[in-house]
């Protein structure tokens, strides 16, 4: 009880950082301002943007499916259920990783959760790698650089982080272990295993799913240029694609939930390289948001409309 009253106070103190931060940007940028910013965006141009970014969550769900139905015989429908029920909950979570809640919605349809969470870890880890390239290259951009020189360091990088995670993970393995032997030890030598047995058994896998990953993201980057757009910013589509994927990097920092607040500071800095005002960019950003916590809300109560399948015990494996 008292741990379960440690974690919601955790997740209070990150909601009202969030808040605060949102508070002070919208303080600095005047009300007035961003009141007109609202106002210039067209409902047509707003309803396509809507569409992309729905899109993109939708082709994100897809994206996870075929990881985790190498474990498992799932329908879409099944994993749909769990997946909007884990998105609804991230967005009350620190970070990017509020969804592996997915690992337990998952658990009453057979999956173990050393099983779940490898497909999730793979699943976020490419996609952190390609917002990891698009913030090189941003910073390239803005400094003036050739593009080559942050795809090398990137390439550098993608050698030395996997093996940089590898030996973090064995060593905590080590230490749990030599402290005790208990579920948690078997756990992570489990999930270890079962991540390094994934990447053998379907590399195709896992470029498909970073393929469709990058279809995800231009999905996304489409949602902010349309209504950059209806605001009279008629930029290209590669220069809001850096600056907004530059900008949702930031939301990996458990600063906040789900980056609120911190997200919008970065991409008040990023766009306004490409001379776009700070109510405009708020704007953008706030109504987007807006419309993730939407469907995040529906999505999630549409969930229990559906069949739901007894729980079968748990635990670990």
């Not at 991230?90 to 990783?97: A, Q, S, T, V, Y």
């Not at 708020?282 to 739901?308: D, G, P, Q, S, W």
Request: hydrophobic share 50%; with cysteine; glycine share 6%.
């Amino acid at each position: 009880m008292e741990s379960e009253q440690k974690r919601t106070n955790k997740i209070l103190v990150r909601a009202a950082i969030g808040i605060t931060l949102l508070v002070v940007l919208i303080w600095n940028v005047n009300i007035k301002n961003l009141i007109n910013s609202f106002c210039q965006i067209s409902i047509p141009f707003l309803l396509f943007a809507i569409c992309y970014q729905y899109g993109s969550v939708f082709v994100g769900s897809l994206n996870q499916y075929i990881l985790f139905r190498t474990f498992n015989e799932l329908t879409y429908k099944i994993f749909l259920i769990s997946y909007f029920r884990a998105f609804a909950i991230g967005l009350l979570l620190p970070g990017r990783f509020g969804d592996a809640a997915i690992g337990v919605f998952l658990k009453s349809e057979g999956l173990y959760y050393t099983q779940a969470f490898s497909a999730y870890l793979w699943d976020k880890y490419l996609t952190f790698t390609l917002y990891l390239v698009i913030v090189l290259l941003f910073f390239a951009n803005i400094m003036g650089q050739p593009y080559y020189i942050p795809l090398l360091l990137w390439l550098v990088l993608g050698l030395i982080l996997p093996v940089i995670i590898y030996s973090v993970l064995r060593t905590t393995i080590a230490k749990q272990r030599s402290r005790s032997e208990g579920r948690w030890a078997r756990f992570s030598d489990n999930l270890l295993s079962q991540l390094l047995d994934f990447a053998k058994l379907h590399p195709c896998l896992l470029l498909i799913n970073l393929f469709i990953t990058c279809i995800k993201l231009c999905l996304v980057i489409l949602s902010y240029h349309v209504i950059l757009i209806s605001l009279g910013y008629y930029l290209g589509v590669w220069k809001v694609g850096l600056a907004s994927l530059a900008s949702g990097i930031v939301a990996y920092i458990p600063v906040s939930i789900q980056g609120l607040g911190t997200v919008e500071a970065a991409a008040l800095f990023n766009f306004k390289t490409l001379g776009v005002s700070s109510s405009d960019v708020l704007a953008c950003y706030l109504i987007l948001r807006t419309n993730t916590y939407v469907l995040a809300f529906f999505a999630y109560f549409f969930t229990f409309l559906l069949h739901k399948k007894p729980n079968k015990e748990v635990s670990f494996h």
